[in-house]
């Protein structure tokens, strides 16, 4: 799979603890096998090249800090499919700082979030125009995802939806003028290869900015539960990335929103808000 993020670790301090910490994050991040990693070590400090999929690779290092609290870490790391990049400082099994400099951009998508005050999500949206004028997506809910489509046909619209990232269509609504069909499909209609990697890659991309999972385990996840702990929201299946939801997204309707859609995308997502969150909810 691609690594998407590449971050740079430096560990300082007293040197005559370098080696027990490098041989205890090692082991973690062998373990882990969520990326690669090369060593630039010199006598006074550590120094780690990092490259992964997911979320930034702060948990073995700050896990192991908890050992050696005499250490600081310093990370910098660059997103290059969300355009940005970011700092922090890991001491004592804390994450005492976190800079992350605004989005340059949202890769090729665009984004459309709403939660509540407590931070669960309402709803979660990427989306982007194909070439052929098909707009696809994934969306998400604090207990519920999928991908989307919606293309044009004459007098209608059709917005079709997986069941979680299955490779298959597995509902479909007919939006005409005056008139909704909606229809479970049976069989399910195959996604196509191509398209269902075009999906997998805006979904993870879209994740890996912006979304941490709960089933992703208390090591994966223990920065995100300790600043969630710290803000005093709830924890759900699914849930913003707290830094994003404190720094980027704005006070609305007493919970926080965040968008870069156009009015086009703005279309898309109220057809996927209306639709598709709508039968959810029923």
């Given amino acids: 799979m691609t690594e998407r993020i590449s971050a740079r670790v430096v560990v300082t301090g007293e040197e005559a603890l370098l080696p027990a910490y490098r041989e205890r994050v090692n082991d973690l991040l062998d373990e882990d096998n969520a990326g690669t990693y090369r060593e630039l070590h010199t006598d006074d400090r550590l120094e780690y090249e990092v490259r992964c999929r997911g979320g930034v690779p702060f948990p073995p290092f700050v896990k192991v800090s908890e050992e050696f609290p005499e250490l600081v870490i310093e990370v910098r790391w660059e997103n290059p499919a969300l355009g940005e990049r970011g700092a922090a400082e890991i001491q004592a099994g804390q994450l005492k700082e976190q800079a992350i400099s605004e989005a340059l951009s949202q890769g090729d998508f665009e984004v459309d979030i709403l939660a509540r005050g407590d931070g669960t999500i309402v709803l979660a949206a990427a989306c982007r125009e194909r070439s052929d004028g098909v707009w696809i997506g994934y969306a998400l809910t604090a207990t519920q995802h999928g991908f989307f489509r919606v293309r044009s046909e004459v007098g209608a619209v059709l917005l079709s939806a997986s069941d979680g990232v299955a490779a298959e269509w597995a509902e479909q609504w007919r939006i ?19 398209l269902l990697g075009e999906l997998d890659a805006l979904a993870a991309d ?13 090591d994966d996840t223990a920065v995100e539960r300790h600043r969630y702990e710290m803000y005093g929201l709830k924890v759900n299946d699914a849930n913003i990335r707290a830094e994003r939801l404190r720094r980027m997204m704005q006070p609305e309707r007493g919970g926080y929103a965040f968008s870069t859609v156009g009015d086009a995308g703005a279309r898309v997502v109220a057809l996927v808000a209306d639709h598709w969150l709508g039968k959810a909810q029923e």
């Fill in 206 to 218: 879209f994740a890996a900015g912006w979304i941490w999972f709960s089933a992703a385990g208390p």
């Fill in 176 to 194: 005409a003028e005056n008139d909704v069909a909606y229809r479970e499909l049976d069989p399910r209609e195959p996604i196509d290869a191509k």
